[in-house]
């Protein structure tokens, strides 16, 4: 949390974008132009972030943990990602930043811009796997397969809404950062209330 409040005192989102943001923005029109195929992948993984593939992915994992009986898992899952949105919802609003002009034609959302809600959303939807997975993988090379997969789609996410103009740089990285802040936050409650249960079991 620290480190997202932190970069939007640098930011200043409520100010005119930095000139990152405005390079990456105007350098991505031109190679949005000039390259196709690499817009292609990059709609492949807006999607991959957006909300209707985030909300498929918790219904799913939130039942499969329930089926294995992970009923705290299961609880956490839907909170992690619901409050996630609320949070987002609730930062975009009260922070009121416009998106970049002149979007990719497959942009269609207009409400406000920071922090990103597909790169947040991403990264605790997928983190959540990411923990999940753990649980149960124990050799060490899949383990971190899984987190450097984890690391690369959630990049991938975040850099497609760079690419397409759906958001700043600094949007963002904003995500990241406060998606990480509160996966961290519920996965700590996560690890307290099995240890509370533990203890008193």
């Known amino acids: 949390m620290c480190f997202f409040l932190g970069w939007t005192l640098v930011i200043r989102p409520g100010n005119e974008p930095p000139p990152v943001d405005l390079g990456l923005a105007e350098s991505m029109q031109e190679f949005d132009d000039a390259h196709p195929l690499l817009r292609d992948v990059f709609i492949f993984f807006t999607r991959v972030g957006g909300i209707l593939s985030l909300i498929a992915l918790g219904a799913i994992a939130t039942l499969g943990a329930l089926a294995l009986g992970q009923w ?56 959540m796997i990411a923990y999940a997975g753990l649980l149960v993988v124990r050799r060490r090379l899949w383990r971190i397969a899984l987190v450097a997969g984890t690391i690369v789609v959630v990049s991938l996410v975040g850099a497609s809404r760079i690419f397409l103009r759906a958001h700043w740089f600094s949007d963002v990285i904003a995500g990241f950062l406060i998606g990480g802040a509160w996966l961290a936050l519920c996965l700590s409650a996560l690890e307290w209330w099995q240890r509370r249960s533990a203890h008193s079991g």
């Open 72 to 127: 705290r898992l299961a609880v956490i899952w839907v909170v992690a990602v619901a409050g996630g949105a609320g949070l987002n919802l609730a930062l975009k609003a009260g922070i009121d930043r416009h998106r970049p002009p002149r979007p990719d034609s497959f942009v269609t959302e207009h409400n406000e811009s920071y922090p990103s809600g597909h790169a947040m959303g991403s990264t605790i939807g997928f983190g």
